[in-house]
T-cell receptor, first 112, second 114 residues
Framework: NAGVTQTPKFRILKIGQSMTLQCAQD?????MYWYRQDPGMGLKLIYY???????DKGEVPNGYNVSRSTTEDFPLRLELAAPSQTSVYFC???????????FGSGTRLTVV | TQLLEQSPQFLSIQEGENLTVYCNSS?????LQWYRQEPGEGPVLLVT?????EVKKLKRLTFQFGDARKDSSLHITAAQPGDTGLYLC??????????????FGQGTILTVHP
């Protein structure tokens, strides 16, 4: 099993550009999450999904959008990139609420 | 918003020493997890604790969940250079509808020198 696959691994965007961070899992997990990680700040929840067609905002959703058309895929869309969105983005999934997360290897995004 | 305070933020020790990392909150968690993260990779789950007072051991690592389920600790015995990394605690809200969302502490960067 591949687990959680994130693409791309690195990306540089110019201010105002848009992009989609891809996330796919092959474990048939219903719960999926997007976090961003900034130095010394732990991980902050951007959006999450409890199943196909169901998404909701996390702690820091501004400037982002998500969709969940299938169980496997949970893409994160950045519209009008800003320097404040420079971060490392992690996608994660879990089987049920008390199970551990399986994380992807992350996307390092720089907005210049 | 529930907060998890981790301490210390940085820890630099020699091989063979013991260490303890703390994770504290004023909120009650239904479960608490510890993760380890290496540079360029995502966090990897070490353990989940769900019962107040629970102690779990993973080789040289001992994890404890506080009786009131508001705090946890990670103790490493005889640290090795391979233990170097970022250690994160994360809790699931005990009340309401959390949908399994985790609240993360800010992390402890551990460096073990040979």
């Amino acid at each position: 099993n591949a687990g959680v696959t994130q693409t791309p691994k690195f990306r540089i965007l110019k201010i105002g550009q848009s992009m989609t961070l891809q996330c796919a899992q092959d474990m048939n997990h219903n719960y999926m999450y997007w976090y961003r990680q900034d130095p010394g700040m732990g991980l902050k929840l951007i959006y999450y999904s409890v199943g196909a067609g169901i998404t909701d905002k996390g702690e820091v959703p501004n400037g982002y959008n998500v969709s969940r058309s299938t169980t496997e895929d949970f893409p994160l869309r950045l519209e009008l990139a800003a320097p404040s969105q420079t971060s490392v983005y992690f996608c994660a999934s879990r089987w049920t609420v008390n199970y551990g997360y399986t994380f992807g290897s992350g996307t390092r995004l720089t907005v210049v | 918003t529930q907060l998890l305070e981790q301490s210390p933020q940085f820890l630099s020790i020699q091989e063979g020493e013991n260490l303890t990392v703390y994770c504290n909150s004023s909120s009650v968690f239904s479960s608490l997890q510890w993760y380890r993260q290496e540079p360029g990779e995502g966090p990897v789950l070490l353990v989940t604790v769900v019962t107040g007072g629970e102690v779990k051991k993973l080789k040289r690592l001992t994890f404890q969940f506080g009786d009131a389920r508001k705090d946890s600790s990670l103790h490493i015995t005889a640290a090795q250079p391979g233990d170097t990394g970022l250690y994160l605690c994360a809790g699931t809200n005990a009340g309401g509808t959390s949908y399994g969302k985790l609240t993360f502490g800010q992390g402890t960067i551990l460096t073990v020198h040979p």
